[in-house]
């Protein structure tokens, strides 16, 4: 199994230091660190670590944008690490991938369940997000595909399962998904009936 990969942006030296430690014991990579969040985000987005643990005490871009940053570029899940237990600073992070809370110093008795916990629920988040993503295309494309048919049953006198043949046939045929052969009955249907209702105005105009 591949190694994760790590990073660690805290601005205590020694405080990176003992994480590292206790990390790179368990099997994990290290895939970089930074005092600050300025050099935080500029690495995180070069190195695409599978974690990040963030000091919420960060200097510079403050571990909040840091987070946000993440999240919007869908990077890793956030382990962030506090002085004390603050429920603001819950509340503020609850919208980013923060999968775990822990509070400094860190022992290695919560650090790697947190690791481990924080790992498997962010594949498992990202899992569910594809699997939803491609539901979604599979009914778009579903909703296209009962729009030409009804189009080739109306135009050419079809029934159902002879327009959804004609269409998979044309599919096979091109090399092409259907999806993409029933948006192009549809585009030429719809130019078709706008031909045909500004030749009619067209007509009633010069009656007029």
């Not at 919420?56 to 382990?79: C, H, K, Y």
């Not at 045929?173 to 105005?201: F, S, Y």
Request: aromatic fraction near 4%.
């Amino acid at each position: 199994m591949q190694q994760s990969k790590i990073f660690i942006a805290c601005a205590d030296p020694s405080a990176r230091q003992n994480l590292k430690y206790m990390l790179v014991r368990e099997g994990y990579l290290i895939a970089g660190e930074a005092p600050d969040g300025s050099q935080a985000l500029r690495m995180i987005r070069t190195l695409q670590p599978n974690l990040v643990i963030l000091d919420s005490d960060l200097q510079g871009t403050n571990a909040l944008e840091v987070a946000r940053v993440i999240d919007e570029d869908r990077v890793a899940p956030i382990i962030l690490l506090a002085s004390s237990w603050h429920r603001n600073l819950i509340i503020r992070t609850r919208d980013f991938p923060v999968f775990a809370y822990l509070i400094k110093p860190v022992q290695e008795s919560t650090l790697i369940p947190a690791v481990e916990a924080a790992l498997a629920n962010y594949r498992r988040v990202t899992r569910l997000e594809q699997e939803i993503s491609k539901l979604k295309e599979t009914l778009a494309s579903r909703k296209v595909v009962e729009r030409a048919k009804g189009i080739l049953m109306d135009t050419m006198g079809l029934t159902e399962a002879e327009a959804y043949r004609r269409l998979q046939r044309q599919s096979m045929d091109r090399c092409v998904p259907m999806k993409t052969i029933a948006e192009a009955i549809i585009v030429a249907h719809e130019l078709q009936q706008g031909g045909h209702k500004a030749k009619n105005d067209s007509g009633n105009s010069g009656r007029a």
